[in-house]
């Protein structure tokens, strides 16, 4: 079961340079996530997609855009990257509130540095 | 909008010694949940509770539900080194979304 998968893990990224992360659940989750992971900050929410064709804001959504491309995958996008985006990137599903508590499985993230 | 306050931010104990750590917030929520992260990994689920009051284990882990459903709590029974981790508490109200609280790193000193 591979669950959540992201890629890349690693990444270096110079200023201004794009880039996407890639994300897929085989768990036919209805809801997928991404969150930024700073030291002292805990996990912030970018961008989520309750449902396929869906996408919604989080609490940190600047300089970042998504695709749900499908029920399994759900990309971030950098179009210019910044080192303030320098930070450890999570993927996130769940089945969503149709099955009662919102709980998530996580990937293993994908590690950015923006030079 | 919501946030969650986890205490403490850090925690260095010797092997054998009990934890405990706590989430509170100001505002209700319906379940709240527990993560462990391990370095390099994404977190991972340890307990869900979703009824006030609700005390529930997993092994030497027992979390609870506060009674105002504003506060969790997690306890960690004789610690041992592969305890070593961030500690996330969860909690979601009326949206779907969870709200985080910033984590209790624990080292266990052998």
Redesign the interface.
């Known amino acids: 079961n591979a669950g959540?998968t992201q890629t890349p893990k690693f990444q270096v990224l110079k200023t201004g340079q794009s880039m996407t992360l890639q994300c897929a659940q085989d768990m036919n989750h209805n809801?997928m996530y991404w969150y930024r992971q700073d030291p002292?900050?805990?996990?912030r929410?970018i961008y989520?997609s309750?449902s396929e064709g869906t996408t919604d804001k989080?609490?940190v959504p600047n300089g970042y855009n998504v695709s749900r491309l499908n029920k399994r995958e759900f990309s971030l996008r950098l179009e210019s990257a910044a080192p303030s985006q320098t930070s450890v990137y999570?993927c996130?599903s769940s089945a969503?509130?149709t099955s009662?508590?919102?709980?998530?499985?996580?990937?293993?993230?994908s590690r950015l540095t923006v030079l | 909008g919501q946030q969650l306050n986890q205490s403490p931010q850090s925690m260095f104990i010797q092997e054998g010694e009990d934890v405990s750590m706590n989430c509170t917030s100001s505002s209700i929520f319906n379940t709240w949940l527990w993560y462990k992260q391990e370095p390099g990994e994404g977190p991972v689920l340890l307990i869900a509770l979703y009824k006030a009051g609700e005390l529930t284990s997993n092994g030497r882990l027992t979390a609870q539900f506060g009674i105002t459903r504003k506060d969790s709590f997690l306890n960690i029974s004789a610690s041992i080194p592969s305890d070593v981790g961030i500690y996330f508490c969860a909690g979601q109200g009326g949206s779907e979304k969870l709200v985080f609280g910033k984590g209790t790193k624990l080292t266990v000193n052998p």
């Open positions: 959540v809801s002292g900050m805990g996990l929410l989520y309750a989080g609490e999570f996130a969503g509130r009662g508590a919102n709980v998530l499985t996580f990937g293993a993230g």
